[in-house]
């Protein structure tokens, strides 16, 4: 055999995933975990399931993970979906799946698998397919067409909440009658028989969607890194966190109706400063003099570049008028040496004020600011601009680089670097899955986090704030496999035209809640009769009696616990029998299968002649079935919320606190 035959003969048989892990500079379990929960939902043939991942945390790593990992399985085709913005394929496209050589297979775009002559689009012959695609009802017809001979496939739908769910899931547009909306109907053809994942940072549309027929209790939930700062770091549940730990720059606007001018002007000043101290304290910078700005050795090592968004309106119209006022600053420090004067006399005054900045290197960073002055770039980022130009917006070039806009700014870009964003945008109304993802600032960033300005108007803070609140209420009940969605009056978790109403009913005013069955023993019952344990004691026992965290979660546990500290606290009711636990056998006007579930329709609640204290914390009520020996814990607690849930294959579970109607209105 001659060595071009050797060549041609020779097989790489080392598994691509574990090839391409090795190399994954970071925490590798993170990864892995979440890979090896694929892997089973697969072997399982679970045909749809979500990956819920925070913003910005690396899931565009774990994709290309999980890709090889299915080529390994022995998957033929991968189709990795996008929004339909081309700045964001093209960054994942060019920057990451174009240059990844551990697939051994050459992605492509869309277009790239069309102009493949028909005869060669297959796999008999052993040929793998990795396509990188925009849910685009165009293109997606053009793949489904040209995809039709490649049967084991599996779709990675990035961004999954966003125009893969139906939209007329209700059958209320007339135009559409009862079929589903085009681009839920185009990515369903493309999955065929295959698998599809949804990967997303706002899961809970998917949910109350039903996306194509995802079960909820399958969802991953990927892990993040040491050095991430997200929702806990940005929205900790106390906010007076961010204030005690100087974990970053809040500046909150009290009436954004009368916030100036020199609000964005002192922003952008803030941002010059800290882009410039961040160098000046860099290793290797001992030697830079401030006075002599022009001589080549006055900085040494690489200038690093940072970004700031600006934000104040999704009109476009503010967009430029906001680039205006930066670009005057621009002008005057480029320009005659008064103007020139005046704006580094007004940054200096800010540094004095900086009490996360370092006096004594004001005279540097002045210097640092005027050596960087021809180093300004700033953008539009919106739907007129160019591809190329929104995508060189995402990637610093520029020591001092400002972006304005909103195009894709909710839709998974990542920008390098984000110093500062000044994000004046509002609604009366906010909805949870896209002011979660306007978290841009989200990342690891812990390198630089505290030194991060957020200038943001009250209102906007608290409504944002509670976004992130309800979202994670809604995690913790996810990993107990029941979530729930909360509404409030400014705060909406998703758009109620993408609720399945067959499925998914909406509570009012009810904090009920109905946890997993467990198996109930005498001892369990004889646990709740102590006289010498209080109900916290009682119920902490009871929950480490279980491996499964489901029969009483930790977030309500913990809760209760907190709140027991305070010198007002009103007591847990734990609510018993006279002869022991209540029997759902015992209730009246019961269906079989609800004494089979512990449950009710018109919920198991206590009344108000039940309670032992009227005004408790909390009541919680043990239930038994005395025959099937299967218990189940009822917990109210003395608030009032509005909550979406889907009832869909929960039946073990969960069930709802009251079937009441879904209500349109």
């Not at 697939?103 to 790239?112: I, W």
């Not at 909306?181 to 028989?193: E, Q």
């Not at 200038?303 to 621009?330: C, L, P």
Request: aromatic fraction near 10%; hydrophobic fraction near 35%; proline fraction near 3%.
């Amino acid at each position: 055999m001659d060595y071009i035959d050797q060549i041609l003969s020779s097989k790489d048989d080392n598994s691509r995933y574990e090839t391409r892990l090795k190399l994954y500079p970071h925490d590798k379990s993170i990864i892995d975990d979440a890979v090896k929960e694929v892997e089973e939902r697969i072997k399982n043939q679970k045909k749809s399931f979500v990956i819920y991942g925070e913003p910005q945390c690396g899931k565009t790593e774990l994709m290309i993970h999980i890709c090889c990992k299915l080529f390994d399985l022995g998957i033929d085709m991968i189709v990795v979906l996008m929004h339909d913005i081309k700045a964001l394929q093209m960054q994942n496209f060019n920057n990451r799946f174009a240059k990844e050589e551990h697939f051994r297979v050459k992605a492509m775009t869309e277009n790239d698998f069309a102009d493949i002559e028909d005869k060669d689009r297959h796999s008999k012959n052993g040929e793998k397919w990795l396509i990188v695609g925009r849910k685009n009802g165009s293109l997606l017809q053009k793949l489904i067409d040209n995809s039709r001979r490649i049967k084991n496939r599996v779709i990675i739908d990035d961004e999954a909440d966003f125009a893969t769910p139906n939209r007329n899931v209700q059958g209320t547009d007339k135009k559409l009658g009862d079929k589903a909306s085009p681009i839920n109907d185009y990515v369903k053809k493309l999955v065929g028989d295959g698998f599809w994942i949804g990967v997303t940072a706002t899961p809970a549309k998917l949910d109350v969607n039903n996306t194509l027929g995802n079960e909820f209790q399958d969802s991953i939930i990927y892990r993040t890194g040491k050095d991430y700062t997200g929702q806990d770091y940005f929205f900790p549940k106390e906010p007076k966190k961010i204030k005690e730990e100087e974990r970053y720059i809040l500046r909150v606007i009290d009436d954004v109706e009368k916030a100036s001018d020199k609000e964005l002007i002192n922003a952008v000043y803030r941002f010059l400063i800290r882009a410039s101290y961040l160098n000046i304290v860099k290793d290797g910078n001992e030697n830079y003099d401030p006075f002599h700005p022009t001589d080549p050795v006055e900085f040494e090592g690489k200038v690093d570049k940072y970004s700031m968004i600006i934000h104040s309106a999704v009109n476009m119209y503010i967009h430029e008028e906001d680039r205006k006022k930066v670009a005057n600053i621009e002008a005057n420090l480029r320009g005659d040496t008064e103007n020139a004067r005046k704006v580094l006399k007004e940054i200096e005054l800010l540094i004095k004020k900086d009490k996360k900045i370092d006096i004594n290197l004001t005279n540097k960073i002045l210097a640092f600011i005027w050596k960087e002055r021809n180093q300004i770039k700033l953008y539009l980022f919106n739907s007129k601009k160019s591809i190329d130009q929104n995508i060189e917006a995402l990637e610093p070039k520029f020591t001092f680089t400002f972006i304005f806009g909103a195009h894709c700014l909710s839709r998974g870009v990542t920008f390098e670097n984000l110093l500062s964003m000044f994000f004046l945008r509002g609604a009366k109304i906010f909805q949870q899955g896209t002011y979660i993802q306007l978290a841009r600032h989200f990342g690891y960033r812990k390198a630089f986090a505290k030194l991060f300005e957020l200038v943001v108007p009250k209102e906007n803070w608290e409504k944002w704030y509670k976004c992130f609140l309800n979202h994670d209420v809604m995690l913790e009940m996810l990993k107990n496999g029941t979530p729930i969605h909360l509404v409030e009056p400014k705060v909406k978790p998703f758009d109620t035209r993408s609720i399945d109403t067959k499925t998914v009913i909406l509570s009012k005013g009810n904090t009920s809640f109905e946890f997993s069955i467990f198996n109930f023993s005498k001892n369990i019952e004889e646990l709740f009769f102590k006289n010498d344990l209080d109900p916290i004691q009682k119920m902490q026992i009871f929950k480490n009696m279980f491996d499964d965290d489901r029969v009483f979660p930790s977030p309500i546990l913990d809760k209760i616990i907190e709140a027991s500290k305070a010198t007002n606290f009103r007591g847990v009711d734990l609510i018993l029998g006279k002869n022991g636990l209540r029997d759902i056998n015992n209730q009246k006007a019961t269906t079989e299968e609800e004494k089979r579930l512990i449950t009710r329709n018109r919920g198991l609640a206590p009344g108000s002649n039940e309670k032992n204290i009227s005004n408790a914390f909390c009541w919680i009520v043990p239930y038994k079935n005395s025959i099937t020996k299967k218990g189940r814990i009822i917990y109210v607690e003395d608030q009032k919320l509005d909550f979406y849930e889907n009832t869909l294959n929960r039946s073990e579970l969960v069930s709802p606190s009251t079937l009441k109607e879904f209500n349109k209105s």
